[in-house]
């Protein structure tokens, strides 16, 4: 197999930097047909490559909720066995699905309120 061969078996032109990762996610139609659950192994601001817990054809239309980022909706570029890249309808920020879960909830700093400790500046009255 020559250079040509390989590259043309490849699908479409990456030109997003990507970066590795490992996230899970559930692939579907865009009419609700559930297509399986999907390990994101890379991520760019245009597209994902995952492991599909079974094959997902090539061509069709995929939304997929990720975290950080919310619903993402695409084409599947490529596929080959249980790996699929998908290429992004809009692009995304993917360093928001990096960023810590945590937020403004009752666990916010990892800690639910009613086990924090009172503040250190707080004064006691006797």
Do not use: H
């Amino acid at each position: 197999m020559n250079d040509e061969q390989d590259i043309s078996g490849r699908g479409p032109a990456r030109t997003a930097p990507r970066d590795s990762l490992f996230l899970l996610t559930t692939l579907s139609t865009p009419d609700g047909a559930q297509l399986g659950k999907a390990r994101i192994r890379n991520l760019s601001a245009t597209g994902l490559m995952a492991d599909c817990e079974r094959a997902v054809p090539s061509g069709i239309q995929v939304i997929c909720d990720l975290r950080g980022v919310g619903q993402v909706s695409g084409t599947i570029a490529w596929s080959r066995d249980d790996k699929i890249g998908l290429a992004f309808d809009e692009a995304i920020d993917p360093q928001l699905a990096r960023k810590p879960v945590s937020g403004n909830g009752p666990l916010q700093g990892g800690v639910p309120d009613y086990l924090r400790s009172p503040s250190l500046g707080a004064k006691r009255r006797r």
